[in-house]
């Protein structure tokens, strides 16, 4: 099976700072990366996704970052808010199957 | 994106008992996907339907135990059958929405089941 996963299990940030959120991937055949939010009790909600032609893609208040070189993805949010308390988790895609990390919950301090 | 619903939200129910779950989407859609969600745990794919085929299961996951149906390009149900405490989970269906050349997934609001 794939190999998805996140760098830090539970992140803490004062409201206001940026967020940094890591996924490590290990097939380089993945052509599609998603970054989902999911809030307690609640599905997935797509945030944004990136293609493996790229590097870079920005949204609003976020931005995902692919480095193939060491299959590496991020997500960063800028100016954290209390609503962005969430588990976020990466998917990567291989072929026509999605796989799924097991998240980092992340925690927005007032 | 797309609006997907899931019926019910909760459930909890008895060892030995049947449960169906509901999923309507707002557009008709080829591909829908139902997924297990354990606490704390990723997203594992139960199985694929399709409509018009049966659906296809992934290792683990056999029909008897999690029949699937999807009588048109908007609806499935998903029935856990004769349950055991260990099928508590999240329930999720989600499906595949073309942007460009780029198949995205987008999930529903999920069921929380809890077997006794």
């Known amino acids: 099976g794939e190999s998805v996963g996140l760098h830090l299990p539970t992140l803490s940030v004062q409201e206001g700072d940026n967020s940094i959120i890591n996924c490590a991937y290990s097939n380089s055949a993945s052509d599609y990366f998603i970054w989902y939010k999911q809030e307690s009790g609640k599905g997935p909600q797509f945030i944004i996704d990136?293609?493996?032609?790229?590097d870079k893609r920005q949204g609003q208040r976020v931005t995902v970052l692919l480095n193939k070189t060491v299959k590496h993805l991020s997500l960063q949010i800028a100016a954290t808010q209390p609503g962005d308390s969430a588990v976020y988790f990466c998917a990567e895609r291989t072929g026509n199957q999605f796989y799924f990390g097991t998240g980092t919950s992340l925690t927005v301090i007032p | 994106s797309a609006v997907i619903s899931q019926k019910p939200s909760r459930d909890i129910c008895q060892r030995g008992t049947s449960l169906t779950i509901q999923c309507q989407v707002d557009?008709?859609?080829?591909?829908m996907f139902w997924y297990r969600q354990q606490p704390g745990q990723s997203l594992t794919l139960i199985a694929t339907?399709?409509?018009?085929?049966?659906?296809?299961?992934e290792s683990g996951f056999v029909i008897d135990k999690f029949p699937i149906s999807r009588p048109n390009l908007t609806f499935s149900t998903l029935t856990v059958s004769n349950m055991s405490p260990e099928d508590s989970s999240i329930y999720l269906c989600?499906?595949?929405?073309?942007?460009?050349?780029?198949?995205?997934?987008?999930f529903g609001p999920g069921t929380r089941l809890t077997v006794l």
């Open positions: 990136i293609r493996s032609n790229m």
């Open positions: 339907a399709n409509q018009g085929s049966e659906a296809t299961y």
């Open positions: 557009s008709q859609v080829t591909m």
């Open positions: 989600s499906v595949a929405l073309s942007g460009g050349t780029t198949d995205t997934q987008y």
